[in-house]
């Protein structure tokens, strides 16, 4: 059974960077029928994927354009977790952020099949 | 992006009655490869998204049969055959073809 430990700081100020970890127990960072994706979901913006990390001989990385250039989704295989950063944020960044893992290979999809528990940022000074 | 429009928004359910919701994409989520990646996740009060049926038809494990998915290209449905008070909460599809994933704006299903 795959479980997400979100942790990270629940305030943020602005202008600054948002952090928060994902441990992964049940499964590997590095698995080749997963990817490791942050999504945040706020009254405005509803359910909003954000980015995610995965392993296929290499690491790849995609994120949403309404926050290209300010985030970063990174793995870490010696914990055995994912990261997620998120630059100059602003008070429309505070949403509940959640780590998820969706499976899939070159041959079969089974939806984001697991996700943390979520975790409340508020952007606020 | 590609834009999932669901409706109702708000279903008012009478327990052991069926119930629909409607999802539709702005765009075919039939890839080439045949498959449709079209999900539907539940969010029940207070939880985290959890995943109800992944390519349109098929459901994640421990999903009772009573929930059963079904479209094409843009257009898709999802059917609780019997309504229950454990199904309460909002139901979400989302668009798996591209990048970047969308979800359509949530379905509040209640109890009447």
């Known amino acids: 059974q795959v479980q997400l430990q979100q942790s990270g700081p629940v305030v943020v100020k602005p202008s600054q960077t948002l952090s928060l970890t994902c441990a992964i127990s049940g499964d590997s960072v590095s698995s080749n029928t997963a990817a490791w994706n942050w999504i945040r979901q706020s009254p405005s913006r509803g359910l909003e994927w954000l980015g995610r990390?995965?392993?296929?001989?290499?690491?790849?990385?995609d994120y949403a354009e309404s926050v290209k250039g300010r985030i970063t989704v990174s793995p870490d295989t010696s914990k055995n977790q994912v990261s997620l950063h998120l630059s100059s944020v602003t008070p429309e960044d505070t949403a509940i952020f959640y780590c998820?893992?969706?499976?899939?290979?070159?041959?079969?999809?089974?939806?984001?099949?697991?996700w943390g528990h979520g975790t409340l940022v508020t952007v606020s000074s | 992006d590609i834009v999932m429009t669901q409706s109702p928004l708000s279903l008012p359910v009478t327990p052991g009655e069926p119930a629909s919701i409607s999802c539709r994409s702005s765009?075919?989520?039939?890839?080439?490869?045949?498959?449709?990646?079209l999900d539907w996740y539940l969010q029940k009060p207070g939880q985290s998204p959890q995943l109800l049926i992944f390519s349109v038809s098929n459901r994640a494990s421990g999903v009772p049969d009573r929930f059963s998915g079904s479209g094409s290209g843009t257009d898709f449905t999802l059917k609780i055959s019997r309504v229950e008070a454990d199904d309460v909460g909002v139901y979400y599809c989302m668009q798996a073809i591209q990048i970047p994933r969308t979800f359509g704006q949530g379905t509040k299903v209640e109890i009447k």
């Open positions: 765009q075919s989520l039939l890839q080439t490869n045949g498959h449709t990646y």
């Open positions: 998820a893992k969706q499976s899939f290979d070159s041959t079969a999809y089974g939806g984001i099949d697991y």
């Open positions: 990390t995965y392993y296929r001989s290499r690491w790849y990385n």
